[in-house]
């Protein structure tokens, strides 16, 4: 069974730094597209960046692209998200994501099968 788990997340000042980690279990060596997503109270799920396990290719949101940067340790599935220069309007709830397979549309929400609970970033002012 597919779980995720997120870690890492916590509360900075504006222009701080955080890295979230994302432990992906239950491939079995089955080629995944992983994501992060970030929720804030009274907003949609915003997609932040995504990528395909094994491969070089990097996708993120014009909101967070030169300030975060997405890696995996492909040994351990184990995903991260640097997050350099954080600002208040970064402040969400942010979820790992996942579904087997290529995935074209990777900002969509609802193309991604499994997610992780959930790790808290709080950027204040």
């Known amino acids: 069974q597919v779980q995720l788990v997120e870690s890492g997340g916590g509360s900075v000042q504006t222009g701080g730094s955080l890295t979230l980690s994302c432990v992906h279990s239950?491939?079995?060596?089955?080629?995944?597209?992983m994501a992060w997503f970030r929720q804030a109270p009274g907003k949609e799920r915003e997609a932040v960046a995504a990528?395909?396990?094994?491969?070089?290719?990097?996708y993120y949101s014009d909101s967070v692209k030169e300030r975060f940067t997405m890696s995996q340790h492909g040994a351990n599935n184990t995903l991260f998200l640097q997050m350099n220069n954080l600002k208040p309007e970064d402040s969400a709830m942010y979820y790992c994501a996942s579904v087997f397979g290529d995935q074209r549309q990777w900002y969509r929400a609802d193309v991604y099968k499994y997610w992780g609970q959930g790790t808290q970033v709080t950027v204040s002012s």
């Open positions: 990528l395909p396990l094994g491969r070089w290719q990097r």
């Open positions: 239950g491939t079995n060596g089955r080629p995944y597209f």
